[in-house]
């Protein structure tokens, strides 16, 4: 079973809230992503933990803050967003980073608006 | 990263076979080509990869030509529910740091009609 469990599904959030996105896995995959998706356009790589080390960052501003607590679960800290930071928030994950034929599974993802 | 050129998008009939093109010339020797779809408001659905030879499972069949510069996607019976955006995707191989860079170009969508 290839499942990557994303909550929340819809988030709604100020400029000046703290939220997280969460995202679990029990594939036993050891590499999992956070990518962000605008409406009509393809996602994008945000961040990359391979082996619960961030191995990949995107250039990705501060105000997200990515935490791997444990191999099945990833979070994504939201802090001072702004309105254009709206969007679709993918998780993925892959049996073992750096490697080629290794598929990345996505999950549904978490659609956040910053009002 | 080797990069893809898909068709913006395409039409099928319901029923038909849906052959979606996808070029990558400058593909090297060790990437795989990736074939993954995003249903609307869904997550990207992985669909087939291969190397080098043609592949195929209960999704789809992948022909990759001899040059490697291209490749075929094929839905045997395409239905309704085979509307999507399709990403024909290069991974990038023996990354420093670890990870995959799974970098999605603009992708084909692919309208089933009746």
């Known amino acids: 079973d290839t499942e990557v469990t994303q909550t929340p599904k819809h988030l709604v959030m100020g400029m000046t809230n703290k939220k997280s996105l969460k995202c679990e896995q029990h594939m036993g995959h050891r590499a999992m992503y956070w990518y962000k998706q605008k409406a009509k356009k393809p996602p994008e790589l945000m961040f990359v933990y391979s082996y619960e080390k961030l191995s990949i960052n995107e250039s990705v501003p501060s105000r997200f803050s990515p935490e791997c607590p444990n191999s099945s679960l990833l979070n994504l800290h939201l802090h001072a967003l702004q309105p254009e930071d709206s969007a679709l928030y993918l998780c993925?994950?892959?049996?073992?980073?750096?490697?080629?034929?290794?598929?990345?599974?996505f999950g549904e993802g978490s659609w956040l608006t910053v009002v | 990263d080797a990069k893809t050129t898909q068709p913006p998008s395409m039409d099928c009939a319901e029923g038909r076979a849906a052959n979606l093109p996808c070029n990558h010339s400058?593909?090297?020797?060790?990437?795989?080509v990736y074939w993954y779809r995003q249903i609307h408001s869904q997550g990207p659905q992985y669909i087939i990869h291969?190397?080098?030879n043609n592949e195929t499972n209960e999704m789809a069949s992948l022909i990759i030509t001899e040059d490697r510069k291209s490749s075929t996607l094929i839905l045997p019976h395409a239905t309704l529910r085979d509307t999507a955006v399709y990403y024909c995707?290069?991974?990038?191989?023996?990354?420093?740091?670890?990870?995959?860079?799974?970098?999605f170009g603009t992708g084909t969508q692919l309208k089933v009609e009746l």
């Open positions: 400058t593909i090297s020797g060790n990437e795989y």
């Open positions: 993925a994950s892959s049996p073992r980073a750096g490697t080629t034929g290794n598929t990345i599974y």
């Open positions: 995707i290069v991974r990038v191989a023996g990354l420093t740091g670890g990870g995959n860079k799974l970098t």
């Open positions: 291969g190397l080098k």
